[in-house]
């Protein structure tokens, strides 16, 4: 037997290894100062297990660092959902699982508590010389757990609770669907799960250009989030800091989930009532998130984030004590040539608020009041040729873009008047 196991007890510990070293760290053997070298060898053949074929590395001056390299092209399934399938469990779990179902095997048979037990010691576990015992206690924790987990049900009759298992749900036509529900939607490890249920026909019809696998490690923190607020309850969670060694605990009320359609990364929208402040926070950052109690202003907070969010391009919103930060204004104008009307169809389509109006038979211009103006500028740029007059309110922001501009023609060895 191996020295390390492929099966795991906690995800939040698998998830960060993912996140910190495969997605994000890029980080050698030797620039891990965590835990032991033994443990990163122990954790890095376990991923290695689910995600050899996608594991490339490169030799650096620091040492060897392993990624992870997927082709959307090729891979039609995230193969970071194998990280959620790996569950760790006790030969007692296995045993009584496998006993619970197959004496529950359809919907209509109904055992009570006393019975299972009678019927699985005098019948499963009677031929063994040092049998597995399952008490009482033992045997209500598993029913509970599977209740909860929507396996069985219960029903009562007179004064007695008898157990039995759900009906199947026929997703054999469904394919397609989960296909497209298990790679687009946010906690679409659930789909990846259904996908495997015996019967249900596995779907090539999807492909994906922009394929954003790894907020699927994510689920987990995403599903208690999403739980929280249909409750409308505030949650505990913990808070890395990228430029803090220890991450923070607070206590939020979450109100929105923002992906975004470019780079597939995730934003909690909140509100802090320890600041009296609506903030953003990226999910990824998020671990430990524990349910606290309900929230009475929680449809007041989301009515309230809902107007802020009429001025933001993107998750900054920055509502403190001393109220909503004061709105930037920013307009440019483009010129549209004969044959460039998809230009003009882009604005339109692309802008998130604000209003694109045309000024001569040429030129439109783009204009919106934000709170935060450079959150525009990686769209903007994207109309840089095309740019005739370009305003920002707040200064700092034009004169940053200006000087991206006068960098990108330096590299480009374009002389300085040329970028006047």
């Known amino acids: 037997m191996s020295a390390y196991s492929e099966l795991i007890k906690s995800f939040e510990k698998i998830r960060a290894y993912i996140r910190d070293f495969y997605l994000y760290g890029f980080k050698s053997r030797e620039e891990y100062r965590v ?234 929208l909140a509100y802090l009532p320890s600041q009296n402040a609506f903030l953003s926070y990226r999910i990824d950052y998020l671990s430990s998130v524990k349910p606290e109690a309900a929230e009475p202003r929680f449809d007041a907070l989301r009515e309230e984030l809902e107007r802020l969010q009429r001025h933001a391009w993107g998750v900054n919103i920055k509502r403190s004590r001393q109220g909503a930060r004061p709105l930037e204004h920013v307009e440019f104008t483009v010129r549209v040539e004969e044959g460039e009307k998809y230009i003009v169809k882009r604005l339109l389509r692309e802008k998130r608020i604000g209003e694109v109006t045309q000024t001569d038979e040429r030129t439109y211009r783009f204009s919106a009041d934000v709170y935060d103006t450079g959150e525009l500028i990686p769209w903007i740029r994207t109309f840089l040729c095309r740019i005739v007059r370009l305003h920002f309110s707040n200064r700092t922001v034009e004169n940053r873009f200006k000087q991206d501009v006068e960098a990108m023609y330096a590299l480009y060895g374009i002389g300085k008047e040329a970028s006047e």
């Open 35 to 268: 835990k032991s070298a033994r443990s990163y060898d122990d954790e890095r053949r376990r991923l290695e297990s689910w995600l050899g074929d996608h594991m490339r590395f490169v030799r650096t001056p620091e040492g060897k660092n392993v990624f992870i390299s997927i082709d959307s092209r090729t891979v039609k399934h995230n193969p970071l959902y194998n990280a959620w399938k790996a569950k760790s469990f006790t030969d007692g779990d296995i045993t009584l699982h496998f006993i619970l179902f197959d004496i529950l095997y359809t919907p209509s048979v109904k055992r009570s508590v006393a019975e299972l037990l009678e019927e699985i010691d005098g019948h499963y576990l009677s031929g063994f010389e040092s049998p597995l015992v399952f008490d009482e206690s033992t045997l209500r924790k598993k029913l509970k757990e599977y209740c909860e987990a929507g396996l069985l049900a219960t029903v009562k009759e007179g004064r007695r609770i008898y157990y039995h298992r759900q009906e199947d749900t026929d997703l054999s036509a469904l394919g397609d669907l989960l296909h497209y529900f298990s790679e687009v939607a946010p906690c679409g490890v659930i789909g990846s799960f259904l996908l495997d249920k015996e019967g249900v026909a596995d779907s090539d019809t999807f492909s994906f250009k922009h394929h954003y696998i790894t907020g699927s490690i994510d689920s987990g923190v995403l599903a208690a989030l999403f739980s929280a607020m249909r409750e409308k309850r505030a949650v505990s969670v913990s808070n890395t800091s990228p430029h803090k060694d220890l991450p923070r605990r607070l206590l939020l009320v979450p109100l929105r989930i923002l992906i975004s359609a470019q780079s597939g990364r995730q934003h909690l």
